[in-house]
C-alpha cells in the first residue's frame, strides 16, 4: 500500500528517476555535512570563545574589585581596557529588560552566546547585542561596570558563508553530474527512437553508442532488426513465388474454361478459378512490403471520403456519416502523417469485411484523448469479445460468430489492418456497434497534426 502510494509521486522517465537519484544522495550529504559542521564544529568554537571570554571578564571585575577607591578603579578600566582591547564604562546604569534583549531567531550564534555567557559569568546584569557588538552589564564593588566588545570576540562570525560554500559546491557538483547524465541518456533515447521508428515500419539509421551496455542493447538491437527484415524479406520472395506460380496454371484453367462455355461445370469452374486468383491478390496484400512508403502529411479526412465515395460508386451500401447532411463540406483538412496507400488498403479491407458480413457500412471520423479515430460499422453479426483478439490473427475465419462469408476469404482483411495500423504507431480495436448493432472497427491514429487543430 505505502509503495504504491509513492510510486504515485516517483517521476516516470527513465531522465527524470536518473537525476533523481543523483540529486537525492548529494543534497543528502550536503545536509548532513552541514549539520556536523555546524553542530559540533560551530557550535563546540562558540562555546570555547565563550568561556575563555569569561575568564577575561572575570578577572576585570576581580581587579575592579580589588582597587581602594573609584579613581583607581577608573584607572585600572582604562588600563584593561586598552590591554584587552575592550570599552570599559563605570557606573553606567543597565537598561530594563525589552525584546531587543534577546537574540533573533535565525541568530543562532547570539543565542549560544547569550546562553554561555549567563551560565559562567556571575554578577551578570545585562546583556544585549547590538548588530556586531555585545554590550554587558556586571555588578562589582565599584558599582555597575559596562563591557562593550565586538562579537567576534566570542563566536566566530559570518556562520553563512559556510552555508553558501557548500550550497554552490553542491550545484556545481550537481550541474556537471547533470551533463554527464544528459550525455549518458542520448544514446538511450537514440535507441527508443529506432526502436519506436522500426515498429511503425521505418528503418532508421542507427550506430550503438554511449556505456558499454548501451552500445551492447544497441548491437543486439541491430541484429534483431536485421533478422526480422531478413525474415519478411524471405517470407515476401516466397509467398510472392508461390502466387506467381500459381497463377500460370490458374490462367491455363481460365483459358480451357474459356473454350468450354457450353459445358455445364464450366461456369462454375470458372467461379472457382475467379475465387482463387483473388486469395492469391489477398495474400500479396498481405505479404507486401509497405516500408519503402514514405510517412507524409496526408489529408486523413480526404482520403476517407474518396475511399467511401469509391466504394458506393461500386454499388456497395457504404455511407460517410453526415455526408449525406452536408456535414463534411468545407472543413478543414484534417493533416496528419500518413502512409496513404497503405492506409487506404486498410480502409478497404474493413470496408469489404463490414460489407461480406452485414447489408450496409457507416464510417465516421472521431477524436480520442490523444489520437484520431476512424470507425467502420456494420449491421452483420458482429464478433464475440472473447474471439475479437483471435479475429485480428491471419488466416483465422470465424464464420460461427460471423454468419456465412458471402463471397469467400481467407481472414486476412483484419490482419492486414491490424499490421497497418502497428506501421502507422496506432492500433485496431474490435468493438460492438451501439448505432447499427454489429461490428465497429476503430482505426486508432496517434494525433500528430501539423496544423495545430484541436477539434476535429
Known sequence: ML???????????????????LLVPVVSLLMVASYAVIQRHYEGMTRQMTDSFSRTVSYIVDTLDAAPDAESAAREA???????????????TPPEPGPEDRPGAFDLSGRMVVTQLRATLGGLQAIRLEGS???????SSQGPVALRFRANRVSPRNPHQLLVVVLLSGALLGAIGFVFLKNQMRPIRRLALAAEAFGRGQSL??????????????????EMRARIEQHIEQRTLMLSGVSHDLRTPLTRMRLALSMMEDE???AALMEDVAQMEALIDRFLDFVRNEAGEAESMSDLRALVVERVELAARGGQPVVLAGADRGETDGQTPL??????????????????NALRYGKRAEIRIEAAPGAVCVLVEDDGPGIAPEARALAT????????????????????????????????GGRLELDGSPRLGGLMARLVLPDRRGNGQSEI
Open 264 to 266: 455445364p461445370e464450366a
Open 78 to 92: 582604562q588600563r584593561l581596557g586598552a590591554a584587552f582591547g575592550l570599552e570599559i564604562a563605570l557606573g553606567d
Open 3 to 21: 509503495s504504491a502510494f509513492l510510486k504515485s509521486f516517483l517521476p516516470r522517465g527513465l531522465y527524470s528517476r536518473a537525476a533523481l537519484i
Open 335 to 352: 493533416m496528419l502523417p500518413l502512409r496513404p496507400q497503405l492506409f487506404a488498403r486498410a480502409l478497404d479491407n474493413l470496408i469489404d
Open 133 to 139: 557588538e555585545v554590550h554587558l552589564w556586571l555588578q
Open 393 to 424: 490473427r491471419p488466416f483465422v475465419r470465424l464464420d460461427a460468430a460471423r454468419g456465412a462469408s458471402r463471397g469467400g476469404g481467407v481472414g486476412l482483411g483484419l490482419a492486414i489492418a491490424a499490421d497497418a495500423m502497428r506501421s502507422h
Open 205 to 222: 539509421p542507427y550506430s550503438p553508442s554511449g556505456a558499454r551496455e548501451v552500445r551492447a542493447a544497441g548491437q543486439a538491437f541491430l
